[in-house]
């Protein structure tokens, strides 16, 4: 008899705890829901946390991003706007003061952006070159695009000759639309590049006029331009050939301060870098100083029609092979690293986002 009624209290315990659910035995354990764990730079993930479990209720939900931000519902999106490599964590807490972490490793690639002369087009491609997005502009003959930053917003400003209507446009890179139009400084509007250091500007060079021009990203600006004789009156180069032919033109962080330019000369087949000193006060412009011996390039990726750098490789734009290929800024020389397959037959200009 007793035995039996021990049996019997046995099975209605069980029976409470399976109605009860997580009331007595479930622990507390966080649990990351995810649409994705990797893609391309700008990446949107939707995350849950409603597989979470624990005695009790849960009183607390807080993610974090890896990125310095957090959230404190149980579902919700974000947006990574830079290429890397994020934990995503989960932080539950019961009721009862108990907690558990989960995270994941959330992996965000670069995109590379190129335009197309002869279909009027800019792609969006991964590092594999295939294409993510087509946008077809209203100005002909693109050859220069970079990506910037203005009121808050990454835009994508494109340099377009236009059978004599020289203009640059600042694009939205999701929608396509076309948010301005600005006449461009010079005839033959080539290669562009964003400085993301203070003070940020757009940098344009012209192949007519042989020109490097700082611009306003709101407005289009010329705030100063910069040629041979600039270079030449400061002592910095002497009778070499000096942007006379220019093939890329590109931006990075440099040593810190304003960053540095990137410029490769064609006519010479040398890679220079240049300092960009920003203004001291109201009375003074922003200076440019080539900072170190220029770099003979591999003759065999020229003639090149734009070029960016990603992570200390510097990538070029192989018209006559169809291709983006990784070079050694240090020396010139590829690493091997290159990007096919994607479409057009007059690739210019290259920006990587990051």
């Known amino acids: ?20 659910g ?7 354990e966080a649990v990351i829901d995810v649409s994705a764990v ?43 706007e830079h290429a890397g490599r994020y934990e995503l964590t989960l932080m539950v807490r019961s009721d009862g003061g108990q907690t558990d972490t989960e995270t994941i490793e959330i992996v965000v690639e670069p995109a590379v952006w190129v335009c197309d002369e002869g279909l009027d087009r800019a792609y969006k491609l991964d590092m594999n070159g295939a294409v993510l997005t087509t946008i077809d502009l209203p100005v002909a003959e ?15 400003f494109v340099a ?21 139009q600005y006449v461009a400084p010079a005839q033959d509007p080539l290669y562009m590049t964003y400085g993301m250091a203070e003070p940020q500007r757009l940098w344009h060079v012209d192949g007519l006029s042989r020109k490097i021009y700082e611009l306003s990203p709101p407005s289009g600006q010329i705030l100063d331009s910069f040629g041979t004789n600039y270079f030449r009156a400061s002592q910095q180069i002497g009778n070499e050939t000096f ?15 304003a960053g540095r330019l990137w410029y490769l000369e064609g006519e010479t087949k040398l890679l ?7 203004p001291i006060d109201i009375f003074q412009g922003t200076q440019l100083e080539i900072d170190i011996d220029p770099i003979a390039v591999d003759a065999t990726v020229l003639p090149t029609c734009g070029m960016d750098m990603l992570d200390g490789v510097l990538w070029v734009v192989d018209r006559d092979d169809h291709e983006i290929v990784a070079l050694d800024p240090a020396t010139g020389q590829r690493t091997g690293e290159r990007i096919t397959g994607f479409p057009g037959a007059s690739t210019s200009g290259l920006a990587i986002q990051r």
């Not at 009121?151 to 994508?156: A, H, V």
């Not at 942007?243 to 301060?257: E, I, M, V």
């Not at 220079?272 to 920003?278: T, V």
């Open 243 to 257: 942007l006379q032919s220019p093939q890329g033109l590109c931006w990075d962080t440099g040593d810190g301060g």
């Open 38 to 80: 990797a893609g391309v730079v700008p990446l949107t993930v939707t995350f849950s946390s409603g597989r979470s479990t624990c005695p009790g209720e849960i009183s607390t939900v807080r993610w974090t991003f890896g990125t310095g931000e957090e959230w404190y519902e149980e579902n919700g999106t974000y947006t990574y």
């Open 272 to 278: 220079y870098a240049i300092e960009i000193h920003p």
């Open 142 to 156: 693109p050859k220069g695009v970079a990506l910037g930053h203005v009121g808050g917003k990454t835009w994508l």
């Open 160 to 180: 377009c000759y236009g059978g004599g209507r020289q203009r640059l446009l600042k694009v939205d890179p999701i929608s396509g639309d076309v948010d301005a």
């Open 22 to 28: 997580c009331t007595w035995l479930t622990r507390t």
């Open 1 to 20: 008899m007793h035995r039996r009624r021990a049996f019997v209290l046995l099975v209605l315990g069980i029976g409470l705890i399976v109605a009860g």
